[in-house]
């Protein structure tokens, strides 16, 4: 913490947010994987989906975005004219990582008859490299949207096969529900692919009542054995919508806090206590605060690589 911020108390350091925020024409969006007093402070939570439609429409100048660099990046593609500050710089996101711009190239050498899908947790320049760009709350709908378009319309070369960059998981998972052979890139989230077989037996063993919500991320064992597979937003959806009163959780565990305070009467257990993004965690409220005071670290993307991505970005937010 340095001497601008600590002075206060945490009332008072939410007070000087919000006095900057409007200062600055801010609007803070946080994923639902950030610490709690940050979703407590935030205009706008949800996933990955949801935020970046926030931040395609927002008239705000500036976007506080408190999750990881790839989210703020996405943010800088559909919204060139602001500022995207990410509190954190050193956020990032260890499954896009897996997929280096350089390697993506040298695959799609290999794939010139794939229609290349990006899942948004990867860099601006390998979405720049893609045909169409998916979360994990549209990737099966975007998926089916392709295999119904005629083979022509595709990418213009008609492009049959499917190149799905860079979760493993998330592609078996898409396969198992359009029944599209696809071909997945050897990546997966480290946090989501800790969870194993064993760890949600044994969870539902101590909780046999429970209903099991995993993230798509999650091991194909592990997906089989869950009453539900969907993004944060869909579980969060899917207990609201649902009488039961006990679910185990199969995500990080950031997602306990919108699903306690939106459902006090139902109780949550962790699949795994493991699940644990140290990414999601580096952000605290003192440097919201001083992101907002001196406009920094600023997410921008190079011009080539913005106008390239935004197409992989814009094909995904018309197809749902
Ligand atoms: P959602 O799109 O479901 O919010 O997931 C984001 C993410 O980073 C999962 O690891």
Redesign the pocket.
Known sequence: MDSTTNKFSKKNLVEEILAWKKKRKAVILA???QPAEIQDIADFIG???FLSQQAAQTDAEVIVFCGVYFMAETAAILSPEKIILLPEIKAG?P?ADMAPPEKVKEKLKESPKAVIISY??SFAAVKALSDYCC???NAVQVVQAISNLPVRDRTQTGKKDILFIPDKNLANFIAQRTKRKIIPWPGF?P??NLLTKEDVIKAKKLHPQALLLV?P?CRPEVCNLADYIG???GIINFVSNNSAKKYIIGT?TGIFHPLKKSNPDKEFFPASEKMICRDMKLIDLEKVLRSLQILEPQITVPEDIRKKSLKALSRMLETI
């Open positions: 994923h639902v994987y996933d990955s989906l996101c499954l948004v947790n979360t994990s709350a989230c946090i989501h993230h991320e993004s944060t937003k990080e």
